[in-house]
């Protein structure tokens, strides 16, 4: 049974930073691509950014590309997210992901397992 965690969460200031964390567990993860998205009370979730786990390429949502970065740590089998410059509206309550088949895309629909979340607040 696949598990992500996700950590590293919490309250910035606009401009400041924060790094996101997801441990993975109980899969092989060789071929997938893993991905965060975000979503805001009545919204659906936003995608932020992907990277295969075993090629390192990348991709990322227009409003977040050019500040945040993705990156993954295959001996950890932990999945980052740096995000730089932060504006009031990223705050939302951010996941991680995984598609098992690795198509590297943007929907939600794509991915196959999820965290449970963790909140980021940037205050203005």
């Known amino acids: 049974q696949v598990q992500l965690v996700e950590s590293g969460g919490g309250l910035a200031q606009a401009g400041g930073s924060l790094r996101l964390s997801c441990a993975a567990s109980g899969g092989t993860f060789s071929r997938a691509t893993m991905g965060w998205f975000r979503q805001t009370p009545g919204k659906g979730r936003e995608f932020v950014a992907a990277?295969?786990?075993?090629?390192?390429?990348?991709y990322y949502g227009s409003s977040v590309k050019g500040r945040f970065t993705i990156s993954r740590d295959n001996a950890k089998n932990t999945l980052y997210l740096q995000m730089n410059s932060l504006k009031p509206e990223d705050t939302a309550v951010y996941y991680c992901?995984?598609?098992?088949?690795?198509?590297?895309?943007?929907?939600?629909?794509?991915?196959?397992?999820w965290g449970q979340g963790t909140q980021v607040t940037v205050s203005s």
């Open positions: 990277v295969r786990w075993g090629g390192g390429a990348t």
């Open positions: 992901a995984v598609d098992r088949d690795g198509y590297m895309s943007g929907r939600d629909t794509d991915y196959d397992y």
